[in-house]
């Protein structure tokens, strides 16, 4: 049975909204650019953590200056942006549960390695900033998921236990980064299936998106 205190932390890329084949693209393709010799599938398997990180993944620390990482980090999402925006929206189910979550005293926080110039595209041209006490981007973290900074200082914000917390997300770095944070998770499979997931014992459930009637128990 869930807590009535329970609280929200959502990632936000492929777990509120449908976008990561959209950075795919745009990563394998810049990646091409720069002289990476990767499949989409190997691209894809770096996409965790900050933008910065992913470039030392695949190219070494010592490849880009920090100036010129930052430029191509920033190319890269306006590239994203132009790309995704006519077709922004959140998951199917996910502004009626916003509103149920919010109807029913639940506090709710986001926590994404995303920088604040694509958290702000997201919330701000679907205008769902106001469901959030709290955001805490890449850039407000030190160590990226797994560490489970990211969760843990949205917890705190929030000024909740982080056992009290329930983590919505799409990538098995981030449940991981929940589960060393002492928070149960919740799966969008978005962009990985749940045999992806197997290592992992913090899992509530399993959904393709937030219209599964399973979620409203998370609610009441």
Excluded at 169 to 190: F, L
Excluded at 191 to 209: Q, R
């Amino acid at each position: 049975m869930i807590k009535q205190n329970q609280s929200f932390l959502f990632d936000l890329n492929g777990t509120m909204i449908n976008d990561m084949e959209f950075h795919l693209k745009c990563w394998y393709e810049m990646l091409l650019d720069l002289g990476a010799n990767l499949s989409r599938e190997e691209v894809r398997s770096h996409m965790y953590g900050k933008n910065q990180e992913l470039l030392i993944r695949v190219f070494g620390a010592d490849r880009f200056t920090e100036e010129e990482a930052n430029a191509i980090s920033y190319q890269k999402e306006v590239r994203y942006q132009s790309l995704y925006k006519p077709h922004l929206d959140l998951l199917p189910g996910l502004f009626a549960f916003l509103k149920r979550a919010q109807d029913h005293k639940i506090r709710m926080a986001i926590g994404s390695a995303a920088s604040p110039f694509n958290i702000d595209f997201a919330l701000d041209n679907l205008s769902i900033r106001h469901y959030f006490e709290f955001v805490v981007s890449g850039d407000d973290v030190k160590d990226s998921k797994p560490h489970p900074e990211t969760y843990l200082k949205a917890a705190n914000l929030l000024q909740v236990e982080p056992s009290s917390c329930i983590v919505f997300e799409d990538a098995p770095k981030g449940v991981e980064a929940a589960r060393n944070a002492g928070m149960k998770s919740v799966v969008i499979t978005s962009m990985h299936t749940e045999a992806e997931f197997s290592s992992y014992d913090n899992i509530l459930l399993f959904v393709e998106n937030y219209t599964d009637p399973r979620l409203l128990e998370l609610v009441f």
